[in-house]
């Protein structure tokens, strides 16, 4: 199979001169920001010497930033490669759907007697807005946003720390997949009857939609991943759109 070209930073971000003490957070959003809506795709190098011109700043702050990127699952080191953009899906998204699905229905349990309307409101005001976003990013926070606002009474904030982290993995793989399965107008309804449940306090009801909500997503990427498998095509070409994320 032809490779495709190694594609360059310079394309995506404007040279710029960067105040030395914001250097460190500024690039690591400006990073983290590309590669999760795709501006720059899996397996493009990071180059330290190429992104510290690009930002005007020496190389230290350009390490900090590419390390914490690191932690974050974005990029990995390899050997005589340096840092490259890691691919968005894979066993790890499928992985973070099984661990959300031991930990979101306890922290929801804890939660539901405990939401005030102020809660459900917020909950509600997040799939308001989940229906005009259009970009990953914004969908995917959002998305966190409504399932934060429906645990957050779990009194747990360990719990909830977890939980939160990921749902920030998401973001990582989310434009890859659920609008390609088919699966977007699912989680609208998936939500909206998850709030309607956690509204009326229904417990069981409202455990047993979430429960649906995430086994369907990691279904759907599991499905996904097997067909990519057999078509045995590269990641770079999976469908770039959005859909509504679970
Ligand atoms: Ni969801």
Redesign the pocket.
């Known amino acids: 199979m032809p490779r495709k070209p190694i594609p360059t930073l310079s394309g995506v971000f404007t040279p710029t001169e960067t105040p030395a003490h914001l250097a460190r957070d500024v690039i690591e959003s400006a990073l983290r920001e590309a590669i999760m809506d795709g501006r720059i795709p899996p397996e493009t190098p990071l180059r330290q010497e190429e992104i510290a011109a690009l930002f005007g700043v020496s190389r230290m702050p350009v390490r900090e930033a590419l390390r914490r990127l690191e932690s974050q699952g974005l990029l990995h080191i390899q050997p005589y490669k340096g840092a490259v953009v890691t691919a968005l899906i894979s066993q790890d998204a499928m992985d973070t759907y099984g661990v959300r699905l031991l930990l979101e229905p306890e922290a929801l349990r804890l939660s539901l007697p405990h939401l005030s309307d102020t809660d459900l409101a917020e909950a509600s005001a997040r799939l308001i807005a989940l229906r005009k976003a259009r970009d990953s990013a914004t969908l995917a926070r959002l998305?966190r946003e409504?399932?934060m606002a429906l645990y957050r009474r779990a009194g747990n904030a360990r719990l909830l720390y977890l939980i939160e982290q990921e749902l920030e993995q998401e973001e990582r793989f989310l434009r890859f997949h659920l609008s390609a399965m088919g699966t977007g107008h699912q989680?609208r309804d998936?939500?909206e009857a998850l709030l309607d449940a956690a509204r009326s306090g229904d417990e069981s009801r409202a455990l047993a939609l979430l429960r649906r909500?995430l086994s369907q997503a990691e279904q759907a990427i599991r499905h996904y991943l097997a067909d990519q498998d057999n078509a045995e095509s590269p990641a770079g070409d999976a469908p770039r759109t959005a859909g509504e994320?679970?």
């Open positions: 998305n409504f399932h989680a998936d939500h909500h994320p679970k």
